[in-house]
């Protein structure tokens, strides 16, 4: 659990938050017991070639192609499926899905302009999507990424990190006490485990791992970088209680290596190459808005 003292914000990936529109996420899961051992999986079915028909609705047929399109859509995602299950059930899936449609187009659903008019939206959207990735791949190159990732470095300037530990309590005269125990000799993380309030970092002795000054709240911040190492802090005040704080070490911050970042360069570089496309084809084209302009609301009287 992470403690209440870190802020939304991913410390460890610094060259990200350099790219723009970088961002990143960590979900962690915590496990009630040790599973067993997890059977090897079986080796994967080769793949079957796209025009393959693996079952025919009324003579129409369903492809090794049709299923490979089906298995991409987010809506059909299916975590923890075996392969096997995984392609019967797209089967069961595209067979439903020829059923329907072969039953709309007998009732001429397609013949409205609202459906027209969706499909043609459809169209529109596949066909740009198509194409804003195939150009992509031609803008993320190993040399185009590698370079990106070494001018985003000359623009870091080294940032110092801590690693601390910390007890959080309700009130002043408690954290005085603990701080005297563990100068008068006694264990921080013992005393941690027992006493404190910050359920993310209690079972851990009080650590917090390392972080950089902007991650704390200001009040803990400030002490933990003038504090000096092994040293323990008189009662700090937060607005999460009052805290005692040891530093373990200081360090410049790493920076995150090239292979670290590979994805996160790629996912910029791709972004970046399909907005600059999209604004080249705006400036290239004739575009003519024919809706009224809508008028400025007057303003309310007081």
Known sequence: MTSPLLLRRSGALAL???????????????????????????????????????????????????????????????PGVDEAQKKNLLIDYMVDLKVGAQAAEAAK???????????????????????????????????????LYDQ?????????????????????????????????????SKIAAEVSKDPGSKTEGGDLGWFTKERMVAPFAEAAFKLPVGQ?????????????????????????????????VDQYLTRKSQQDLILKLRESAKIERTDAATPAAAPKAP
């Open 16 to 78: 990200a938050v350099a790219l723009p529109f970088a961002s990143v996420a960590l979900p962690l899961r915590a496990l009630a017991q040790t599973p067993a051992p997890a059977a090897a999986p079986a080796p994967a079915a080769a793949a079957l070639p796209p025009e393959t028909v693996v079952a025919k609705v009324n003579g129409s047929p369903v492809t090794a192609g049709d299923l490979a399109i089906a298995a991409e859509d987010p809506a059909l995602s299916l």
């Open 109 to 147: 659903v397609g013949d409205s302009p609202e459906f027209q008019r969706k499909l043609a939206y459809f169209k529109s959207k596949l066909l740009l999507d198509e194409y804003l990735e195939r150009e992509a791949k031609k803008a993320v190159t190993p040399e185009a990424a590698k370079a």
């Open 152 to 188: 985003t470095l000359t623009t870091m300037k080294p940032e110092e990190e801590a690693h601390a530990r910390h007890i959080l309590v309700d009130n002043e005269e408690e954290a005085k006490k603990i701080s005297a125990r563990i100068k008068g000799g006694e264990d921080f």
């Open 232 to 264: 323990v802090s008189d009662p700090i005040k937060t607005q999460f209680g009052w805290h005692v704080i040891k530093v373990e070490e200081r360090r410049t911050k790493p920076v995150p290596t090239f292979a670290e970042m590979k994805e996160q």
